[in-house]
């Protein structure tokens, strides 16, 4: 991690952490701020939804001193600047490159995205989680052209299996990237400094930011025994 000792500090990709990430965010930083959960609306008819849990919950004292901020919204439609980003991120092969990787390799990334251990509905079918993700792993998934638009079409219509597939491997694509520019866009607009326990995340953030050239402030902590 960066030594620079960063006063604002804003964890990245998801919208809680560890709690012993957090006790070491504490000793680096002098506040924490998170996002709320992220429910993107792919269209007016799909969107995500889940449980508003926050940080503050279980740590109201730290909101009472202000070393833990929350509340950033980043749910709803995806305004025209955020898919435009989101589309860069998926027509860049390196970036894809390093998502399929993760993909393949990281088990929290995996959760994230899938959940393994839950079945999921593909097209008609209920396949179970681990035979899921395996097929999604082949590296056809990788080499496939994506961008915004497909992956709403594919979620407003009956889909094959096949194209379920496609629709999943593709909206994975589009959380990601998402996460990824709401933290830009977060950091530059509250002037904070972007912080992550994820590797995979990290790595796709500092993508893109040399893409796009935006400012490569970017924080990794290393997890090791939780």
């Not at 959380?175 to 995340?201: E, G, R």
Request: charged share 20%; aromatic share 10%.
């Amino acid at each position: 991690m960066n030594r620079h000792r960063a006063p604002h500090a804003l964890f990245y990709p998801f919208h809680l952490c560890h709690s012993e990430t957090l006790a070491r965010l504490l000793t680096r930083f002098a506040t924490i701020h998170f996002r709320d959960f992220m429910a993107l609306q792919l269209t007016p008819m799909s969107g995500m939804t889940a449980f508003q849990d926050r940080m503050g919950m279980s740590f109201p004292d730290l909101i009472d001193s202000g070393r833990l901020v929350q509340g950033y919204d980043v749910s709803g439609a995806l305004s025209p600047t955020v898919a435009a980003a989101i589309d860069r991120d998926l027509h860049d092969p390196l970036w894809r490159a390093h998502f399929h990787m993760a993909l393949r390799q990281d088990r929290r990334l995996q959760r994230g995205l899938f959940e393994p251990s839950h079945s999921l509905r593909i097209g008609d079918s209920l396949v179970p989680g681990p035979a899921a993700l395996l097929r999604l792993m082949d590296d056809s998934f990788r080499q496939h052209s994506y961008d915004l638009e497909q992956v709403r079409a594919l979620s407003e219509s009956r889909v094959s299996l096949k194209e379920g597939y496609h629709f999943e491997y593709g909206l994975a694509l589009v959380k990601t990237s998402a996460s990824l520019v709401y933290t830009q866009t977060l950091a530059l607009t509250h002037q904070l400094q972007p912080v992550t326990d994820s590797p995979a995340h990290f790595t796709l953030y500092a993508q893109s930011c040399i893409r796009e050239n935006w400012l490569r402030t970017n924080h990794l902590l290393i997890r090791a025994g939780y």
